[in-house]
T-cell receptor
Framework: AQKITQTQPGMFVQEKEAVTLDCTYDTSDPSYGLFWYKQPSSGEMIFLIYQGSYDQQNATEGRYSLNFQKARKSANLVISASQLGDSAMYFCAMREIGTASKLTFGTGTRLQVTL | NAGVTQTPKFRILKIGQSMTLQCAQDMNHNYMYWYRQDPGMGLKLIYYSVGAGITDKGEVPNGYNVSRSTTEDFPLRLELAAPSQTSVYFC????????????????FGEGSRLTVL
């Protein structure tokens, strides 16, 4: 069974608009962490934001925020005021306790920001 | 601070050849990982290590071997390369995750693109 599901293979958003990238996860572990990484066309993996399962508040980092709905097991990434440089692949990933900090990745969403 | 360094960045192999992808980190991280990324897909874990002398299989270990003789280095060996091993390989490292918080964030190398023909 998929542990991390990203159902949007591709998304388009206009510059300066907000966009939400979906991520659902599956775990029976009460303690886990959720990550979002950005992969531009150059190929490197860039850490964006983290949410712990016990965190009471949704994580925010600049224009990135994580809409964490624990009961629904969803961890959607919200990018506000999109910029052309946001065009990239975005990966959601999960770390479960006791797994040597291994991350399990989703299949990614390709975001294209248009003028 | 170099972070995680992978070499080579690009390589073309013939079927049946062997090679080693090198990975070194200078952050004194205990944990190191090898992932592969097939076109249009997410990353899949090949092998990981929690410290020198300790390695373990990930999700897709077949056709690969690793060793961890020092904290800094974690080479990935491909024996008898096959076209199915054409992929981009990422090495990553992290501190141990000891509790809540983003500790345990993975730091990635720039990737090594391997083509097997």
């Amino acid at each position: 069974a998929q542990k991390i599901t990203q159902t949007q293979p591709g998304m388009f958003v206009q510059e300066k608009e907000a966009v939400t990238l979906d991520c659902t996860y599956d775990t029976s572990d009460p303690s886990y962490g959720l990550f979002w990484y950005k992969q531009p066309s150059s190929g490197e993996m860039i850490f964006l934001i983290y949410q712990g399962s016990y965190d009471q508040q949704n994580a925010t980092e600049g224009r990135y925020s994580l809409n964490f709905q624990k009961a629904r097991k969803s961890a959607n990434l919200v990018i506000s005021a999109s910029q052309l440089g946001d065009s990239a692949m975005y990966f959601c990933a999960m770390r479960e306790i006791g797994t040597a900090s291994k991350l399990t990745f989703g299949t990614g969403t390709r975001l294209q920001v248009t003028l | 601070n170099a972070g995680v360094t992978q070499t080579p960045k690009f390589r073309i192999l013939k079927i049946g050849q062997s090679m080693t992808l090198q990975c070194a980190q200078d952050m004194n991280h205990n944990y190191m990982y090898w992932y592969r990324q097939d076109p249009g897909m997410g990353l899949k874990l090949i092998y990981y290590s929690v410290g020198a002398g300790i390695t373990d299989k990930g999700e897709v270990p077949n056709g690969y071997n690793v060793s961890r003789s020092t904290t800094e280095d974690f080479p990935l060996r491909l024996e008898l390369a096959a076209p199915s091993q054409t992929s981009v390989y990422f090495c990553a490292s992290s501190y141990p995750h000891l509790g809540g918080g983003p500790d345990g964030e993975l730091f990635f190398g720039e990737g090594s693109r391997l083509t097997v023909l």
